[in-house]
């Protein structure tokens, strides 16, 4: 530290003016563009630094929009696959079956490939070959089971929601005009299938 | 070193001396210089004395409390500000799926919510108290009705209800409340819908919790086996409950950092992956299921019973194929039903047998080599067994049947008189090993206690041997019952019954079930002797029953049995248990048929309120699984009589 100081009192004593005034200058020129450099440095950091945070901030904005547009439609797959599932169950199939008039078939044939030979005896149905088949609900109850998953799909979005509900208005009047064929089919059912049943109990 | 500083700080002083001089300037120029080295603090030295021991002390103090933060109370202090930044939230786990053996789901969970309201928010609708405009304060009190509105709309219910919850803003102890539960289970669609009105109509305080709910696509369809789960998504019954431990899964957790403008991008995060439960397969066939649960409720309706079962089983490996019981419930609402037809009376509800047991008599007799079918028998009108007479269903004189014709017809007394060539501790042997009176395995919940049903021991009273030879005087399920039975005709070899086929872990691990290996219950040939006494009493054109009926194209063989049931005080006066079990082919038996009727009050034989059923579900089930009509049905000659 004393060595520092040292160069100092004795150059204010000899020759002031000539020795300083060249320093100076150099040192101003010299420093300009370092202090620019540096200012510039700072500025393009601090700049960076405000749009990398303020990109990183948009982009976790939309993120999250989109992780919840995601959840959104997650729920909504889930409400359509839950409707699908209860139209396909074995119940809702069935009767919707039965409601289109079709009755099982006791008879079955086999063929035999490929030797073609056939076991069994094709036999058409009357209907009322196996009376206890006879679904014990009213048929139009399972078709508006899954009434209440159209509602809650029907808003959310447009194009998948209106295919379903389109698809649900319309498959009940198929089925409400054919079971107006049907339900005579079920009478004579049910009266053919007291006649067996007390046929059975007299022996 | 020294001497700059020394410099330095004199000049320090000698220029805040004069500093000092100046403010002191009013003091009167002859006090000016007397004053100055009076001042204690006047003095360089002392100056930076004092300088350095304030600097000390707040140095000493910044330490300490940086110590106490960072060294002492450390841990509570990183906690308390992480729990101020972080959240969590827990990751719920699904409930494994549960299919069936063609891959129709059965059970599976849907994404559903919570809706949980803050009565205190309401109250000012999300703004400061302290700083509404008279607008916003108009919105505030507007905000329960139209939310009340809003929930009627979506959850139904209510609107005064809801009123009640939302205006109460505070606390039984005066904090304000922020947590009011309005509904759960509520579908994550009509969630979405009611979320999106509130948000438009500019609406605060209504929020969600994950709730998965668990949902039945087909209802009341195999609701006996799969149970059902409580609010908590745990398992409450059936499948549900006896393999809840699997289903349930782990749930998982997630913590984050936010702030008040959401998550902070960078900030701390762990993700804990919930990890999903077990997905199961049945040996339930939904499609035969629905066929045996339709036509077991319109032979229940039509025979106005209390009850009835049904059990279809693959005989070679001891599937069930189809289990149902009426009356019924449906697993996503089992709070509707009756709680007596919650459960699975196939495996819980013990009863006498009756005639069908004298399959189980005949097989043990035949195995033991004390009979043959065409073992001659001849049946006097009664038989008296302890103190009391056993008489037949029908009168009859004299009859002279072979032992087929004991088991088509149906006779106490000869199935009694064939019994009791065998020593009762043998009898009682055979019984067991066809698995009466233990537990048959099955992976459902129930199987303890009375439902094992009661198999008289070794020991048994003459009477009681008597009476358990036609199937009163022992009480079975009609698990247990069918289960035995199709071991008697699949060659004599049980297979210990099951309905999961397959289960595997979210991780794709398969999980083990604890099965007994199939065993030898009796001969081949015994076997194949029962099978043809069965099917007299279906094809032999000597039985003019109601029940002696045959599948075209096929060799079905069965058996009635009509049971009367006993009363609390012991006397067979309670009703009866009308039932029937049909095998089929006879050739090679496949596919077991179980029907039992509980207190049928129109017509009570199984000949006449069971065989319907048991028939038709064997005609239905048979081209099910490709088992091809017989190439050539042999009429049933074999003797029943001598």
Known sequence: MSALHAPITPGSDSQPTVLRAVPRQSHQLAQLPFILFIAVLLGGGLTGVLVLSTTIQTQSGELAALQSQEAELRYQEAALVAQAQDLRSSQNLADQAWALGMRPNPNPAFIKMPSGEILGVPTEVSGNELPGMVPPAPVSVPVTTPAPEPTSTTEPSTEPSTESSTEHTTEPTTTAGDQDGTEQTDESTNSETTQPAAGEVNP | ?642
Do not use: C
């Not at chain 2, 002392?46 to 960072?70: E, N, P």
């Not at chain 2, 904090?175 to 994550?188: D, F, H, M, T, W």
């Not at chain 2, 019994?419 to 129930?446: C, H």
């Not at chain 2, 048929?593 to 239905?620: K, L, S, W």
């Open chain 2, 1 to 642: 070193m020294s001497s700059p500083r020394n410099t330095r700080s004199s000049a320090a002083s000698r220029s805040s001396t004069a500093g000092r001089s100046r403010t002191a300037t009013p003091m009167g120029k002859n006090s000016r210089r007397r004053a100055r080295p009076g001042l204690p603090i006047a003095s360089t030295n002392k100056r930076i004395t004092i300088f350095f021991v304030f600097v000390a002390i707040m140095i000493s103090l910044a330490s300490g409390r940086a110590l106490l933060l960072q060294g002492i109370d450390a841990d509570a202090n990183a906690q308390a500000a992480a729990a101020q930044l972080s959240q969590s939230q827990v990751l719920k786990a699904d409930r494994g799926v549960i299919y069936d053996r063609n891959g129709e789901v059965l059970a599976e969970t849907q994404p559903a919510f919570s809706v949980i309201a803050d009565p205190y928010s309401i109250s000012s609708n999300g703004y400061d108290p302290d700083h509404m405009t008279s607008d916003q304060r108009a919105k505030a009190d507007k905000a329960p009705a139209a939310i009340a509105e809003i929930l009627v709309k979506y959850l139904g219910g209510n609107k005064d209800d809801y009123l009640t919850q939302l205006t109460d803003t505070r606390t039984a102890d005066g904090g304000p409340n922020q947590y009011e539960l309005i509904a759960r289970k509520v579908s994550a669609a009509v969630y979405q819908q009611m979320a999106a009105e509130l948000t438009a109509g500019g609406w605060y305080g209504i929020y969600s919790a994950p709730d998965p709910v668990r949902y039945y696509p087909n209802g009341t369809l195999a609701s006996n086996v799969l149970g059902f789960v409580n609010y908590d998504d745990e398992g409450a019954a059936g499948l549900e409950y006896g393999q809840n431990q699997y289903l349930s899964g782990t749930d998982g957790k997630q913590t984050y950092q936010s702030s008040r403008y959401g998550t902070i991008p960078l900030g701390d995060s762990t993700l804990i992956e919930p990890v999903n439960g077990a997905t199961y397969t049945l040996t339930i066939d939904s499609e035969l299921q629905w066929m045996a649960e339709t036509s077991l409720a319109n032979a229940v309706a039509s025979a106005q019973a209390k009850s009835g079962t049904i059990v279809v089983q693959a005989v070679d490996t001891g599937e069930i194929l189809a289990m149902a019981t009426v009356p019924t419930f449906d697993s996503n609402n089992p709070g509707s039903a009756d709680a007596d037809d919650l459960g699975n009376r196939v495996v819980t509800d013990a009863y006498e047998p009756g005639s069908v047991q004298k399959v189980l008599t005949m097989a043990a007799l035949l195995d033991a080599g004390l009979i043959t079918p065409d073992t001659k028998v001849q049946v006097p009108e009664q038989i008296l067994s302890g103190d009391a007479p056993i008489r037949d269903a029908w009168s009859h004189g004299t009859l002279d049947l072979t032992a087929r014709g004991v088991l088509a017809q149906s006779s106490n007394i000869g199935t009694v008189e064939l019994a009791r060539q065998m020593d009762k501790a043998t009898l009682s042997n055979y019984l067991a090993s066809f698995g009466l009176g233990t537990s048959t395995g099955i992976e459902l919940p129930g199987e303890t206690g009375g439902a094992l049903g009661i198999l008289p021991g070794t020991d048994m009273a003459d009477y009681t041997r008597d009476q358990i030879s036609f199937g009163q005087g022992l009480s079975v399920t009609a698990l247990q019952e069918a289960s035995a039975i199709s071991a008697i005709v699949n060659g004599g070899v049980y297979h210990q019954p099951t309905v999961i086929a397959s289960a595997t872990t979210a991780a794709g691990d398969a999980i083990s079930f604890d099965r007994a290996e199939p065993r030898r219950v009796i001969s081949p040939e015994a076997s194949a002797a029962v099978v043809n006494m069965m099917e007299a009493s279906v094809a032999s054109p000597e039985m003019t029953t109601a029940d002696s009926k045959t599948i075209d194209g096929y060799r079905m063989a069965g058996k009635s049995g009509t049971a009367q049931k006993a009363d609390q005080y012991g006397n067979y006066n309670g009703g009866y248990t009308g039932s029937y079990v049909a095998v089929a082919p006879a050739e090679d038996p496949q596919i077991l048929v179980y029907v039992v009727i509980d207190e049928p009050v129109n017509g009570y034989y199984g000949g006449t309120v069971a065989f319907p059923t048991a028939r038709q579900m064997m005609m239905q089930a048979l081209p099910r699984y490709g088992i091809a009509p017989s190439t050539d049905v042999p009429a049933y000659t074999d003797p029943l009589t001598y």
